[in-house]
């Protein structure tokens, strides 16, 4: 429980960081971070054979699938390429944007509200359509 916290406390540093400066080193944060998150994911759902839930946002039971592992994955692609090119923090994009960003940022809540249903409904959806079948006697 302590390691669960601590690694949420991090994660809430390394987002804080990336939001506020941006730049390669904190997109790599990202891109390692999302490879953990991957890595700790795929590991989870061999050994509990996709019954363990995912337990990402708080209270959700939603099951730990391969689109969980994907998502991570691609998210690690995104910041990995960040690293590579650059990028600047949220508070310089959405100066440069219309309206002082307000449009920009409420896009980005949009998205993260949107990976949290890919991640949370999708795979809880799927598994009411789909029980795991028993194992034959």
């Known amino acids: ?51 363990a ?21 691609a998210l690690a692609a995104v910041g990995a390429a960040a690293a590579v090119t650059g990028v600047p923090g949220l508070v310089e994009v959405a100066s440069g944007t219309p309206l002082g960003g307000v449009p920009f940022v409420a896009y980005a809540a949009l998205l993260a509200w949107l990976l949290q249903v890919v991640l949370t409904a999708l795979p809880a959806l799927q598994a009411a359509v789909h029980p795991p079948r028993r194992a034959l006697r």
Do not use: K
Request: charge should be positive; glycine fraction near 14%.
């Open 53 to 73: 839930p995912c337990g990402c946002f708080g209270s959700s039971d939603a099951p730990l699938t391969l689109l969980h592992v994907g998502v991570d994955l």
């Open 1 to 51: 429980a302590i390691a669960a916290r601590a690694l949420g406390v991090a994660e809430v540093g390394i987002a804080a960081y990336v939001l506020g400066w941006g730049g390669r080193p904190a997109a790599a944060l990202v891109a390692v971070a999302y490879l953990g998150f991957a890595a700790f994911a795929e590991l989870v759902r061999r050994r509990t054979r996709g019954r």
